[in-house]
């Protein structure tokens, strides 16, 4: 039962992407870096280029943490989802298939000077 | 056993409440914290109102309990005479 | 000549019984299941109503008359904290976070736990449960109604009390509460019971009624601490009710465990979820502090909370199923919580700050395997960042949990070096989680849980469309007086100011 009730219920979804005014949620995580308490929302349209998304919306965000400087986009390990994932750059959101609400995580192993105590 | 405990407000209604709660359960250990005092007691504590009116010098309904009472563990079980909390296991 | 004989009174146990089963009646000209149409839907089978009792036996008189009592006692003492400056008396105006929280965030939960009661006093068939429901009813609409009288004196004073209506309907941070108990007001009577009864009430309130209005005591707050023990006083009866609901289903047919221990692990995770907020009050927003989140939880959480699950074995009962996660996230939460309040600080109708030197000596003190070794680094940059010049603010808007609707701040329970990323698909829609414990609460039930309004998406819908100007005059938020860092804000300010002119001639 998808739901306790006295008769049959279907619920409406509230953020589906066509309130979006055309645009889309994209959550960006960068792993194991926690001065940002969750992955950014950034919302977008779909036919923006992935790459710059990351660089128009995702670097400024990511300036004060002391890593950012020596993040390269092209060199870190992605995520989309839970799964490995190789991003094209010059493609856009949906030519890469990035969905409304979807995760991108990168990581950056061997970066991570605020965390370096808790290794 | 599990501990039950019962805290008031720490003032002078609450004051004869907690002597006569001591009084009546060797086991109790009183904890006195910034405005409220709790009594905490393994297994079982038992409110009596015949100890309390002998403090207050008057009658006393159990119910006035509520006036300054601020939380309780355990099933409780109140009647005319007294006002018990146990863990049953 | 006339003898005047004392009448002989009523035991207690007899009045309950004349002044509470002896008022019901049972219908004639429409059947049960039409005067009573939701007590079934849930799956809960009761064989005898009759075996309901309220253990305090309080019956309505008594009730007007205690409860009157503990009125006269709060607006004595609310009159003179008005007439003496008491608003001044506080340990420092940092305080007047955790109350404006407290205003935003809880009040208008008592207020709706009371809309609750009032509904589940009609919905049961029971006439004890009637009763209890009806007292609970009126507690809780007294409680709104004493915390918002209490804090009115502190709002002609400082900002951010100003909106908390509009805050808690539209503040992202309020939407936590607000969808806990929205949650349980659209379940049936017994889920209710067991959420805010049970849970909420049993296992959880000791928190936020014990040790914080013991808090607010050491903090010279007297106004908060008598509408603190004022409520607290009913919360006894409250819990009472609750463990009595508990008892009354599994001793009434066999088949009600599996739907309880269900509720009992989802209400007890939405609670852990909701007292989160608690657990930063005390550990950051006290000046000073009796004792820190983590050993008020060992108090009221493990050891009471335990004694209760230990006891309810006897019916098969056991832990919920969060209660090891919850113990994992003792040490962690409320670190992550501040450091997110802190980075949204734009974002909020109070003040938060970076913790004194003095503050993180007690942190680690208080959490020595945690707070060095994650936290104090990162408070320590912020630090850096302020003196610099670029003071931290995180512009990226948070991704929320759709099930408790908090900011997604929390790790996995085995790495506090990751953020916990659940997900789940649904008719063709993604969904993220917290944890573990709200993802299992969204799949045991996704149609209701789709529908959840998660106040950051909204701002990007109609009819805000972006705006954050426009957001903040929606949500009555002053820009510059409510918002932002407690250092230079104007309550630090006027509290400074106030305060040395009621100390000296000048």
Redesign the interface.
């Known amino acids: ?6 008769k049959p ?8 992407v066509e ?3 055309g ?1 889309q ?1 994209v ?1 960006v ?1 960068w ?2 870096h ?10 977008v349209e779909p036919g923006m280029k992935l790459g710059d998304m990351l660089q128009n919306a995702v670097r400024p ?1 990511m300036q ?1 943490d ?1 890593d950012a400087p020596a993040v390269d986009f092209g060199k870190v390990e992605w995520l989309k ?2 799964q490995p994932w190789t991003p094209n750059f010059e493609a856009s959101l949906a030519d890469n298939g990035i ?5 991108l ?1 990168f990581r950056t192993p061997g970066l991570n000077t ?6 | 056993m599990s501990t039950v405990f019962i805290a008031f407000q720490a003032n002078e209604d609450s004051r004869p409440i907690v002597e006569a709660i001591l009084a009546d359960n060797p086991a109790a250990v009183l904890d006195e914290q910034p405005a409220m005092v709790k009594i905490n007691a393994e297994g079982k504590l038992v409110i009596r109102r015949e100890s309390i009116e002998e403090r207050v010098g008057r009658p006393f309904n159990l119910q006035e309990l509520q006036v300054n009472l601020i939380t309780i563990s355990g099933h409780l079980d109140e009647d005319d005479d007294t006002f018990t909390l146990a863990w049953k296991n | 000549m006339d003898m005047t004989v004392a009448k002989k009174k009523l035991g207690l146990k007899e009045k309950y019984k004349l002044l509470t089963r002896d008022l019901g009646w049972e219908p004639t000209y429409h059947n049960k299941d039409e005067v009573f149409p939701y007590v079934k839907y849930e799956g809960i089978k009761v064989h005898d109503w009759e075996k309901w009792e309220d253990p305090f036996r309080l019956t309505m008189d008594a009730y007007w008359k205690y409860q009157a009592e503990k009125e006269r006692k709060f607006y004595a003492i609310i009159d003179a904290h008005a007439q003496n400056n008491g608003h001044l008396n506080i340990t420092d105006a940092r305080y007047l976070s955790a109350l404006k929280i407290f205003l935003q965030a809880i009040s208008p939960g008592e207020y709706c736990a009371g809309k609750g009661f009032a509904r589940m006093g009609r919905e049961f068939p029971g006439v004890g449960t009637q009763v209890a429901c009806q007292m609970q009813a009126i507690d809780e609409i007294r409680h709104a109604q004493t915390q918002i009288h209490a804090l009115s004196n502190y709002n002609k004073f400082y900002n951010g009390f100003h909106a908390f209506a509009d805050a808690r309907d539209r503040m992202w941070y309020c939407t936590l509460p607000r969808s806990f108990f929205d949650d349980a007001m659209s379940a049936g009577p017994f889920e209710f019971m067991i959420a805010i009864g049970f849970s909420f009430e049993y296992v959880l309130t000791n928190l936020l009624f014990v040790p914080f209005m013991s808090g607010a005591a050491y903090n010279g707050d007297m106004a908060t601490v008598t509408f603190g023990f004022s409520a607290q006083s009913d919360e006894a009866r409250h819990m009472t009710l609750g463990l009595e609901c508990i008892k009354f289903m599994l001793e009434q047919d066999p088949d009600n465990l599996p739907i309880v221990q269900n509720w009992i692990d989802k209400w007890f995770w939405r609670g852990f979820r909701l007292l989160g907020v608690v657990g930063t009050m005390m550990d950051y927003m006290l000046p000073k502090r009796v004792m820190s989140w983590r050993e008020a939880f060992e108090i009221y959480g493990i050891e009471n909370g335990g004694a209760l699950f230990k006891d309810l074995a006897r019916y098969g009962i056991r832990p919920p199923k969060g209660w090891d996660d919850a113990g994992k996230a003792l040490d962690h939460m409320t670190h992550q919580f501040m450091l997110a309040l802190y980075q949204y600080q734009f974002g909020t109708a109070f003040h938060s700050w970076i913790p004194s030197e003095e503050d993180m000596a007690w942190l680690s003190k208080k959490y020595p395997t945690t707070f060095d070794k994650y936290y104090r680094p990162r408070w320590e940059h912020i630090k850096k960042l302020k003196e610099a010049g670029t003071p931290y603010a995180n512009m990226g808007l948070a991704k929320l949990c759709q099930t408790c609707q908090i900011p997604t701040v929390f790790t996995e329970p085995d790495d506090p070096t990751t953020l916990c990323h659940r997900e789940v698909e649904y008719k063709g829609e993604t969904y993220h989680f917290c944890s573990d414990g709200c993802q299992h609460i969204f799949e045991k039930e996704p149609e209701k849980y789709i529908q959840g309004w998660l106040p950051l998406a909204a701002i990007f819908q109609a009819p805000l469309n972006g705006d954050l100007g426009a957001w903040m005059e929606w949500v009555s938020l002053a820009d510059g007086k409510d918002n932002g860092d407690f250092a230079g804000s104007e309550d630090q300010r006027n509290f400074e100011a106030w305060r040395n002119q009621a100390t000296s001639n000048q």
């Not at chain 1, 605020?114 to 290794?119: C, D, E, P, T, V």
């Open positions: 039962m998808a739901v306790t009730s006295t219920y279907v619920g409406v979804p509230r953020d589906r309130n979006f005014n645009k949620i959550y995580g792993d194991q926690m001065l940002f308490s969750t992955p950014f929302m950034i919302v965000l004060p002391p989802g839970k969905r409304h609400k979807q995760q995580t605020l965390g370096a105590a808790g290794r």
